[in-house]
């Protein structure tokens, strides 16, 4: 299994989003939500982004407000990884039109179900924007 979490925080450090492929305890979940947060917040534009915690591989990003944060096992392949925050943020910005903060908050249901297109039990299994918004663009034209 490669990833282990995703999770969107805004800048302020307020998690958006949480995906975990992984069980984790709620008590748990919070303390490792804090301590990453806390710790790729702090790092400046000049740093990688790549951070290791505890057992995991930290891989984020940053897009406007908001930072995306992969959390990953040690021998997963960083650049894959990134690309692959870079393919979810491409895909929210053709559904919601310049993705941001709101649009997660507004339609939280639509970004986890484009995860769950993306992401299978913590692999990757879709790659294709066309594929992963047709359900979306389905369910859209239904309601």
């Given at each position: 299994m490669g990833i282990r979490f995703i999770l969107m925080v805004n800048k302020q450090g307020q998690t958006r989003l949480a995906q975990y492929y992984e069980w984790l305890t709620l008590e748990e979940r919070r303390a490792l939500e804090g301590e990453i947060v806390r710790k790729c917040l702090a790092r400046t534009?000049?740093?990688?982004?790549?951070?290791?915690?505890?057992?995991?591989?930290?891989?984020?990003?940053?897009?406007a407000s908001l930072f995306?944060?992969?959390?990953?096992?040690?021998?997963?392949?960083e650049l894959a990884i990134l690309e692959f925050i870079h393919l979810l943020v491409e895909t929210m910005d053709r559904h919601f039109g310049n993705v941001c903060e709101l649009d997660i908050m507004f339609?939280?249901?639509?970004?986890?179900?484009?995860?769950?297109?993306?992401?299978?039990?913590?692999?990757?299994?879709?790659?294709?924007?066309?594929?992963?918004?047709?359900?979306?663009?389905?369910m859209d034209k239904t309601s």
């Amino acid at each position: 299994m490669g990833i282990r979490f995703i999770l969107m925080v805004n800048k302020q450090g307020q998690t958006r989003l949480a995906q975990y492929y992984e069980w984790l305890t709620l008590e748990e979940r919070r303390a490792l939500e804090g301590e990453i947060v806390r710790k790729c917040l702090a790092r400046t534009e000049q740093q990688c982004s790549f951070v290791e915690h505890r057992n995991y591989k930290i891989v984020y990003r940053r897009y406007a407000s908001l930072f995306f944060l992969v959390g990953v096992d040690n021998d997963e392949n960083e650049l894959a990884i990134l690309e692959f925050i870079h393919l979810l943020v491409e895909t929210m910005d053709r559904h919601f039109g310049n993705v941001c903060e709101l649009d997660i908050m507004f339609h939280l249901e639509k970004a986890h179900f484009m995860l769950e297109e993306m992401v299978m039990n913590g692999c990757v299994v879709e790659t294709s924007k066309s594929n992963i918004l047709a359900p979306i663009q389905l369910m859209d034209k239904t309601s």
